[in-house]
């Protein structure tokens, strides 16, 4: 008799009611039940699997109308049937402790995509058969004779399984990671993996069934056979075609018709090269998506085409590998914590044993909560006004009854001296925070769904959440009194830390500025901010007893998640990594103090900015953990707006009250619709700042360590003689091309030999890399040597593996003098194949005289180049000043060609004004690297990058005449009037002058070159954008009034303090930040003299420009701000009134062309019933 999981009654109902034919098999007997994807045992089944273990054995069988409707049915069942399974595990693993290492990876995997946000039907395809591969395992329970045997037996087998299930998940989690357009261009490579794993899980299936049936050595010999040829079985290519078929099948219709497109127009490869057809795909992925956010905006196609080009060349067993250290992490981690919920588990069994009985109440898993249903004579659900007056009424009867016996005792000082659940006392104290003016927090601390109504499974999930040495009372009066003081006191100390960070921003180094600032004006940060804003406006009550109460807690939990974080290297990727840092559950509990720890850490990752060099990846990182904390935290608003806008509820005003207004900002903020969200000015923290020290931080807090800004030696460092050898040890130079002529420049490597082995490493124009190999013999005198090299980058982010198959010449000794032949691209299923040539490769000895290589049919060309080698090199030899200028001159061409290749690349990450001559970059790169060396392109890519990390844009904000984002400098009209009616419109450097005379939208009088002008190096915070332009005006209003009191009219006491000429009133900049007035030439500002690193003035203080115009300066001030506003909201309101009194016109006019018709209408029926009455 096998064991057997309880088949799920939806499950019997979705498969019993089916008329889909391809789901029902012809030889199926009456009694027998549709399971999963295949056909559970029916009563008369004898073998050993049970009905989810054939789930997706009948996927070869059934027709792909069949496949989908399965696949369909078990996705739907899939958390029900993998907790069944599990469930079943860890009843087998009280007889079999060996299970143990594959039963807790099989619970991590199936963990990371339950606590997954969303889901992708292949990966859940995937993990049904995990799932099946396991449940073979609840046969062990069968076994009773031969149970050390089994044992010896599976132990190994099970390691290769826990070991397949960690890579798969690896798989899992990076496929997840990818961008849907990524997966549109190189989706079918990563799912041939996923389908390589359906076949190995099949085949661990097998193996294990196998094991399980034996009972001697002797029969393993015997069915050795028979393992083999199931083996065979599974690797059969038909069968991996029906799962990629499979795979097309669950795509949306929203991905078929993008492939279609896809295909239609020439294939992956051909779409990705062509930016017309990338972005029309572009369009149709934004009308299919509206509401989404799959891909980039259209302005940045070529970035992204050319991050798909490379997705699409990436090798990728090297990209598992890179990220392998972060998933291992997170695997460890998920595994950590299901072992400590099985301890729970465990410690709460008398619980869970004695909740099985009869009678709602007896559901309850606390005895207090089950003693308050039971004599309220409670269903399965209450109202929770209801339950909220019950719960009072409840403690206070119980704490006055006990009251003589249990004197209030004092908050405990560690958990350790608490009593456990199962000596839960009342405290008086804590039931006068329990009252109805509370009812609001103590719902939401049951009621997760904001239903509005308190069922069993609610109490049970909050009194199971709560501390081990907490009643349920204190565990009540936390969230209904202290949750919202312990908020406040995150959010002060939250806003301590932006306004830190953005006071260090401005100090760190010149190579650190552009990812400082951009990690500065994420944002994302302000969606942190509008967050912190809506706790800030709180008023909180002033109870001292409460943090004395519920410090310990606070305390814990803190150090909790920041344990869980430094477990996971301070990086949360994904919603499913949170999930596992926090232990899940509502998002209020936790997002604060995650938020206020995570904070604390970046700050000082940018303290120690301002000392040394960073990696990019550093705060790349940092980056992303805040677009996960802002993208939860976003989600989460979603779904209460969501249940709000169900129960017909005015979502404003009950996001105003919900977790005590803590979404009620950003909830404005989002939807735009009040121009006051954007003018608030957060407290000002200096004097807090100021108070507190702030300790220099460990070079520990870096996970990527300290970047390096000085020039690499390995740019020069090559052995000068290498003739001494006759293998292929030593230094190589050569190059490379494609078939389409396009040369990639010089190419400069070093090989070491081992036997037949070849290792090197090299430069070229893209970068470092290795070349990993085989040299082999000659077969006979006609035959040369021939070499098969794979070739990978050993950059970060860049993961491209190439393979390069060639020839060895060799001289008269039989040295080895030049290797060349043809490259491709790597595949590790074809090693054994002819390389698909993209194109020839010829490396030479270094110290050998360079020649060209040969182009391919072209004869001309070839000599053409040879001649013109030889011409530079004899220019070289004579130290010819032409031959150095045309050097300096390359050099440079080479430095702007690529620093025009990286912005283009990475938009987001490097920015430079668009100075375009309408060349080709890589046009002119290709050019410049066949008279440089590898050394010198190097050198030149190098110094682009470096130059490119200190130019930094103004994230978010955009031209209101280009439209795009200012580089370095923004500057800010203070008297014009944008299109969303703020007293205020931006421009970039180049459209200053452009912009005179010209109205923007929204503003009823056009930009005048008289308007004042603020002017910033820094890059604003979303935050402090509002106190700044204030601070602007209130600055020119005060010096309105000091140049028309104390400066007599027309003198000339203004002076630049740098230069010392004298200014005049007009056209003048001064300082907003500066204690006195700073007053600047144009000049001296124009030209950066006036950033002083370390004066009274340094590079990052605003400055604004004097408009010659006293009352335009005094108009200005912030308390006209609104009066601006008022102005423009009057004339929307009165065109508005204006389109409304035409409509009615028009409705009016209507109405009388219809009142005169009726009339007519009316007296053609009297008309025609008096005929028809005199004619009768």
């Not at 993998?82 to 087998?92: E, F, N, R, Y």
């Not at 869970?352 to 007896?362: K, V």
């Not at 109504?453 to 081990?468: C, E, K, L, Q, Y």
């Not at 520990?700 to 800004?709: I, Y």
Request: proline fraction near 4%.
């Amino acid at each position: 008799m096998s064991l057997r999981p309880p088949t799920s009654p939806l499950r019997r109902r979705h498969a019993s009611s089916s008329s889909d034919p391809a789901a029902k098999r012809s030889d199926v007997q009456e009694g027998d039940t549709f399971v999963s994807l295949g056909v559970v045992s029916g009563p008369g089944d004898t073998r050993p699997e049970s009905g989810v273990t054939r789930g997706l054995d009948a996927v070869g069988d059934l027709a792909v109308d069949g496949m989908v409707y399965a696949a369909e049915q078990s996705i739907s069942a899939f958390a029900e049937t993998s907790q069944i399974v599990m469930k079943g595990l860890d009843i087998v693993q009280e007889s079999y402790p060996f299970i143990g290492a594959v039963l807790l990876a099989f619970k991590a995997a199936i963990e990371l995509e339950l606590t997954r946000r969303e889901n992708d039907k292949k990966i859940l395809v995937l993990k049904i058969r995990m799932v099946e591969m396991m449940e073979v395992l609840l046969q062990l329970a069968n076994i009773r004779d031969d149970a050390d045997s089994v044992a010896t037996r599976l132990q190994r087998l099970l390691l290769a399984t826990e070991i397949n299930i960690r890579d798969c998940s690896a798989l899992c989690e990076k496929y997840m990671q990818k961008r849907f357009i990524v997966k549109l261009f190189d989706g079918l490579r990563w799912e041939s993996r996923l389908a390589d794993f359906d076949r190995i899980f099949v085949q661990r299936k097998q193996e294990i069934l196998f094991t399980l049936t034996l009972r001697s050595a002797l029969e393993l010999d015997s069915l050795r056979g028979t393992i083999a040829s199931i083996d065979a079985h599974s690797r059969n290519a038909s069968e991996h075609a029906s799962m990629l078929a499979l795979f097309r099948q669950l795509d949306s219709p929203l991905e078929r018709e993008l492939r279609d497109f896809i295909n239609a127009h020439g294939g992956p490869k051909a779409c990705a090269a062509n930016e017309t057809l990338f972005q029309e795909l572009q369009s149709r992925i934004a009308r299919g998506s509206p509401s989404t956010t799959i891909s980039p905006p259209i302005y940045d196609a070529r970035a992204i085409m050319a991050t798909i080009q490379i997705e699409m060349q990436s090798d990728l067993t090297h990209v598992l590998a890179e990220d392998r250290q972060n998933f291992n992490l997170k695997f460890d981690a998920v595994q950590q914590k299901l072992e400590e919920v099985n301890s729970t588990v465990y410690h709460n069994g008398n619980r869970i044993i004695s909740a099985m009985r009869s009678g709602p109440h007896d559901g309850l898993l606390d005895p207090d909560m089950r003693q308050l249903w039971k004599d309220m004579a409670w269903r399965g659900s209450i109202r929770a006004s209801q339950f909220v007056v019950g719960v009072q009424d409840y403690f206070r009867a119980k704490a006055t009854k006990l009251e003589p016996l249990t004197p209030l005792t004092p908050p405990p000082t560690s958990t350790s001296s608490l009593p456990s659940h199962l000596s839960d006392q009342p405290e008086g104290w804590a039931i006068n925070y329990v009252t109805l003016t509370r009812w609001r927090p103590i719902l939401e601390a049951f009621d997760d769904d904001t239903s509005g109504w308190i069922s069993i499974s609610n109490v049970n999930s909050f009194t199971s959440g709560r501390p081990a040495n907490y009643s349920v009372l204190k565990w009540i009066a936390y969230w209904a009194a202290a949750f919202r003081v312990v908020s406040a006191q995150y959010a002060q100390d939250i806003n301590v830390l932006r306004v830190k960070m953005n006071r260090l921003a401005v100090e760190v180094l010149p190579c650190n500025r552009a990812r400082v600032q951009k990690y500065i004006s994420s944002p994302r940060l302000a969606v942190v901010d509008h967050l912190v804003r809506s706790i800030l406006q709180l008023d909180v009550e002033n109870d001292p007893d409460l943090s004395s109460h519920f410090s310990d807690y606070v305390a814990w939990e803190e150090r909790r998640l920041e344990e869980n974080l430094v477990r996971f290297q301070w990086h949360v990727d994904a919603s499913n990594t949170l999930s596992v840092i926090t232990g899940g559950g509502r998002i209020e509990r936790y997002i604060l103090p995650i938020i206020r720890l995570v904070l604390r850490r970046h700050a000082q990752i940018i303290q120690l900015a301002c000392k040394y060099p960073l990696n990019d990846f550093e705060l790349y990182t940092a980056e992303n953990t805040i677009d996960t904390l802002s993208d939860s935290v976003c989600n989460r608003l979603a779904t209460l707006t969501a249940h709000f806008q169900i129960q017909n509820l005015n979502v404003r005003q009950e996001l105003a009250h919900a977790y005590h207004g803590m979404f009620s900002v950003l909830y404005s903020w989002s939807h735009k619709e009040a121009v006051t969200v954007d003018d608030y000015e957060y407290p000002g923290m200096e004097g807090v700042i100021d108070a507190c020290p702030w300790p220099e931080p460990d070079l520990d807090v870096l996970n990527f360590g300290l970047a390096c800004v000085t020039v690499p030696s390995d740019f020069f460092d090559w052995d000068s003689d290498n003739m001494a050898s006759s293998g292929p040890a030593g230094s190589w130079v050569g190059h490379y091309i494609s078939t389409d002529r396009i040369r990639h420049g010089w190419t400069a490597l070093s090989f070491q030999v081992d036997g037949r082995s070849i290792y090197g490493t090299g430069r070229d124009t893209r970068g470092t890399f290795e070349m990993t190999g085989i040299l082999s013999t000659a077969t006979d005198v006609l035959t040369a040597p021939r070499v098969s090299l794979k070739k990978l980058y050993t950059m970060r982010g860049y993961r491209t593996a190439w393979r390069y198959d060639g020839e060895v010449t060799t001289d008269a000794d039989g040295a080895i003098i030049r290797i060349h032949g043809h490259w491709g691209n790597w595949s590790e299923a074809s090693q054994d194949l002819p390389v698909e040539p993209l194109g020839s490769f010829s490396f030479h000895r270094s110290n050998a005289r360079r020649t060209s290589i040969s182009r391919e049919g072209d004869i001309a060309r070839s000599s053409w180049d040879v001649l013109r080698a030889h011409a530079r090199d004899l220019s070289r030899d004579r130290w010819s000043w032409a031959y150095f200028r045309q050097r300096r001159d390359d050099r440079t061409a080479a430095l702007n060609a690529y620093i025009r290749i990286f912005a283009a690349k990475e938009p987001r990450r490097y920015s430079i004004p668009s100075a375009n001559d309408g060349s080709d970059p890589w046009t002119v790169l290709d050019d410049i690297q066949q008279r440089l060396g590898p050394q010198d392109t190097a050198f030149c890519r190098w110094l682009a990058e470096r130059r490119l990390q200190q130019v930094y844009h103004h994230t978010a904000v955009f031209c209101a005449k280009c439209r795009r984002e200012p580089i370095e400098v923004r500057f800010r009209c203070l008297d014009c009037v944008n299109s969303r009616g703020c007293p205020f419109i931006d421009l970039c450097t180049t459209c200053v002058p452009l912009a005179e005379d010209t109205l923007f939208e929204g503003s009823s009088v056009p930009h005048l070159a008289t308007h004042s002008l603020m002017k910033t190096r820094r890059v604003l915070p979303h935050r402090d954008v509002t106190r700044v332009t204030n601070a602007a005006k209130r600055r020119l209003h005060a010096l309105a009034e000091h140049l028309s009191t104390e400066i007599p009219s027309g003198g000339g006491h203004i002076s630049c303090r740098f230069c010392r000429r004298t200014l005049s009133r007009s056209g003048s900049w001064v300082c907003v930040e500066c204690v006195d007035h700073t007053f600047i030439c144009e000049t001296c500002e124009g030209s950066k003299r006036s950033c002083d690193a370390e004066g009274p003035h340094p590079w990052w203080h605003i400055v604004v420009k004097l408009s010659g115009s006293e009352a335009s300066a005094a108009s200005t001030q912030p308390e006209n701000q609104s009066a601006c506003v008022l102005t423009a909201q009057q004339a929307e309101t009165a065109a508005q009134f204006t389109a409304l009194t035409t409509a009615m016109s028009e409705l009016r006019s209507n109405a009388e062309s219809q009142s005169r018709r009726m009339t007519v209408l009316c007296f053609l029926y009297a008309f025609t019933l008096a005929y028809l009455i005199c004619g009768m």
